[in-house]
């Protein structure tokens, strides 16, 4: 298995532009999340979805951010208009079933700056 | 709610060292415990995990016991590896919850 796939692996973008971070998760998962990483924050959880649907957005900063999940094997995290804070690493990470004790596999992580 | 507390890094080390990093929990319910291990430029990975009270995790020469009664879960290593340099997470997920909670993580560096 190819694990969890994210793309892009790095971004740079000017502020006020659209940026999208695109996942695939492991195939057969049903569980898929995205997470932010900063040094002054940690990891933060965004958004959780299971079977396609949006559980939990409460972890989502502001309206800037949306996520979706049009089919069991995509998942995009758009920011738009991004800003200089919004810089950090966006993780997605997928998991087998709905039980908090099943392994979450995470992709490689997306490195966005924004300018 | 529910939070997890590790002690702060950097650690550094020796090669063959004994490692501790100290994880205390809070929760309202019986949750699972974790650490997840980051290596430079990468996703983190599960090292180890323990699902009730008093049970121990373990892989690749790590040991974690889930201590109900003090609310931890303690990594331990006896004798670490310059390849063991890694940037350590404890977390927590309630059996019917669906996320994982991260502690902030715990940056460790051994050297030859």
């Known amino acids: 298995d190819a694990g969890v796939i994210q793309s892009p692996r790095h971004e740079v973008t000017e502020m006020g532009q659209e940026v999208t971070l695109r996942c695939k998760p492991i195939s057969g998962h049903n569980s898929l999340f995205w997470y932010r990483q900063t040094m002054m924050r940690g990891l933060e959880l965004l958004i959780y979805f299971n079977n396609n649907v949006p559980i939990d957005d409460s972890g989502m900063p502001e309206d800037r951010f949306s996520a979706k999940m049009p089919n069991a094997s995509f998942s995009t995290l758009k920011i738009q208009p991004s800003e200089p804070r919004d810089s950090a690493v966006y993780f997605c990470?997928?998991?087998?079933?709905?039980?908090?004790?099943?392994?979450?596999?995470f992709g490689p992580g997306t490195r966005l700056t924004v300018l | 709610g529910n939070s997890v507390t590790q002690m702060e890094g950097p650690v550094t080390l020796s090669e063959e060292a004994f490692l501790t990093i100290n994880c205390t929990y809070t929760a309202t319910g019986y949750p699972s415990l974790f650490w997840y291990v980051q290596y430079p430029g990468e996703g983190l990975q599960l090292l180890l995990k323990a699902t009730k009270a008093d049970d121990k995790g373990s892989n690749k020469g790590f040991e974690a016991t889930y201590r109900k009664e003090t609310t931890s879960f303690h990594l331990e290593k006896g004798s670490v590896q310059v390849s063991d340099s890694a940037v350590y997470f404890c977390?927590?997920?309630?059996?019917?919850?669906?996320?994982?909670?991260f502690g902030k993580g715990t940056s460790l560096l051994v050297t030859p």
């Open positions: 990470a997928s998991r087998a079933g709905l039980a908090g004790y099943n392994e979450q596999f």
């Open positions: 977390a927590l997920s309630e059996d019917s919850g669906y996320a994982l909670n």
